[in-house]
């Protein structure tokens, strides 16, 4: 587990962690349904690329939820001043696009962004795991970000950098699952490929500004 002693400005604790809010502006959470509604749209052509949300059927809640942690986390590289070669924001989601993903200082990252029900914990507790919501890890930096479930996106509710993981970090920490696959505790069966890994097993979210800063 990561313990960070000083509470640093701008930061969030729970039990022991300290988390990042990022900076969520009040047309974010406008500018997220158009993007997630787009995502949906193209999704569902014929021949266009399936993500894990469309294969599923999920709504296009799920694609706006990913579009608003994506969003959230660009404010914050505009703020650190940094050169943003590319981002996951386009006109056009009928086909993955080659490093579909931010790319800044020469790093690729994806960005997993994850909003639990309302009656969930925010901040979220150290235990709670977070996936990739995939079978296959992306060679790149993925940052896990939380979105409070209190507030629905229209009202840009707060987001927070729970952390970020190498792809090894992942193969060493995490845990693969697959469809009939029943969880440790037995309370349920998993329904898919996925890697997930505990919020307490990543690395430190104030740790991510100076490896993006770094060539």
Request: charged share 25%; net charge negative; with cysteine.
């Amino acid at each position: 587990m990561t313990n960070i002693n000083a509470i640093i400005k701008g930061g969030c604790a729970e039990d022991g962690l300290v988390f990042f809010e990022l900076p969520c502006h009040p047309q974010d959470g406008a500018t997220a349904w158009h993007l997630g509604n787009l995502v949906h749209i193209h999704s569902q052509r014929l021949g266009a690329h399936n993500t894990p949300s469309a294969e599923h059927g999920n709504e296009i809640l799920a694609h706006a939820k990913g579009k608003y942690g994506e969003i959230a986390f660009h404010n914050w590289l505009i703020t650190l001043g940094l050169v943003i070669s590319h981002t996951p924001f386009r006109d056009d989601y009928t086909q993955k696009v080659g490093d579909d993903d931010f790319i800044v200082n020469g790093h690729r990252l994806e960005i997993k962004s994850k909003m639990r029900t309302d009656a969930s914990s925010f901040p979220p507790k150290p235990y709670y795991n977070v996936n990739l919501g995939k079978k296959g890890i992306e060679e790149a930096i993925h940052v896990f970000v939380e979105i409070s479930g209190r507030d629905p996106l229209d009202r840009a509710p707060p987001a927070l950098i729970v952390g970020w993981a190498t792809p090894d970090l992942i193969r060493k920490k995490g845990e693969q699952t697959w469809p009939g696959k029943l969880s440790d505790n037995g309370r349920f069966t998993f329904k898919r490929h996925d890697w997930d890994i505990a919020i307490s097993d990543l690395f430190d979210p104030f740790s991510l500004s100076s490896i993006l800063k770094a060539a």
